[in-house]
């Protein structure tokens, strides 16, 4: 069983920072997985959930959606099995749940998700 689990989040202001960390467990070392953020907004549907950042299985390739270019940093430690999204310059269109996300051999595993909250 591959259990995600995401913390961070909360409450914050426009132009504040935030770090979401997630740590996977389960039956592949970590280094197996290719990581996500994903966040979805009130009103979307599952199926809807923006892709942010990913990263592959060594750290060594990144995708940003272009809203988050040069604010958002995805990284990853192997060693920890945990995956961190550094959300900088926050703004209000940034609210959202934001989801975890790990793929390997063609299967994704999701976490419950944590709210981002930003306050223009």
């Known amino acids: 069983q591959v259990q995600v689990e995401e913390s961070g989040g909360g409450l914050v202001q426009a132009g504040d920072s935030v770090m979401l960390s997630c740590v996977v467990s389960g039956r592949r070392t970590f280094d197996k997985y290719a990581m996500g953020w994903f966040r979805q907004v009130p009103g979307k549907e599952r199926e809807e959930r923006e892709c942010?950042?990913?990263?592959?299985?060594?750290?060594?390739?990144?995708y940003y959606t272009d809203s988050v270019k040069g604010r958002f940093t995805i990284s990853r430690d192997n060693a920890k099995n945990t995956v961190y999204l550094q959300m900088n310059n926050l703004k209000p269109e940034d609210t959202a749940v934001y989801y975890c996300n790990a793929a390997a051999e063609g299967r994704f595993y999701w976490g419950q998700g944590t709210q981002v909250t930003v306050s223009s």
């Open positions: 942010v950042a990913t990263i592959n299985y060594s750290g060594d390739t990144t």
